[in-house]
C-alpha cells in the first residue's frame, strides 16, 4: 500500500507561482515513477508532469511546458510540482499518482495509487 499526500495549492493571481508538493510513504519510492494530474470542474482528469524514478526523464502537457518544472527528492520521499506563470485555465484539483510499470505515462489508467488532492485556484 501506497499513501500520498499533496500539498502546496491556493488561491493565487495570474502570473503568480504555486509549488505543489507529494509527500510518499508505504513503498520504495526510489524505484517509483510519479505523474502530477489535474482536474478542473466538470472535466476528466488529465495529465500534467511525469517524472521517472531517477529523475532522468521528465515530461510535460503541452499546455504547462516552459512554465510548470517536475522534481524529486527520494531522500525525503517528496516530488514537485513548480508551476510559474499560472493562468486562470490551471485552476484545478492537482493530484499526485504513482505510475504501473511499463505503462504510458501521460494515461490516467497507467497509475495505481492516488493521493487525495490540493485545489489550485488561479484568478484573472
Known amino acids: 500500500q501506497v499513501q500520498l499526500v499533496e500539498s502546496g495549492g491556493g488561491l493565487v493571481q495570474a502570473g503568480g507561482s504555486l509549488r505543489l508538493s507529494c509527500a510518499a510513504s508505504?513503498?520504495?519510492?526510489?524505484?517509483?515513477?510519479m505523474g502530477w494530474f489535474s482536474q478542473a470542474p466538470g472535466k476528466e482528469r488529465e495529465f500534467v508532469a511525469y517524472?521517472?524514478?531517477?529523475?532522468?526523464?521528465?515530461y510535460y502537457a503541452d499546455s504547462v511546458k516552459g512554465r510548470f518544472t517536475i522534481s524529486r527528492d527520494n531522500a525525503k520521499n517528496t516530488v514537485l510540482l513548480q508551476m510559474n506563470s499560472l493562468k486562470p485555465d490551471d485552476t484545478a484539483v492537482y493530484y499526485c499518482?504513482?505510475?504501473?510499470?511499463?505503462?504510458?505515462?501521460?494515461?490516467?489508467?497507467?497509475?495505481?495509487?492516488w493521493g487525495q488532492g490540493t485545489q489550485v485556484t488561479v484568478s484573472s
Open positions: 517524472i521517472s524514478a531517477n529523475a532522468a526523464h521528465a
Open positions: 508505504g513503498r520504495t519510492f526510489s524505484t517509483s515513477s
Open positions: 499518482a504513482v505510475q504501473k510499470f511499463g505503462t504510458r505515462y501521460f494515461l490516467v489508467s497507467s497509475y495505481e495509487y
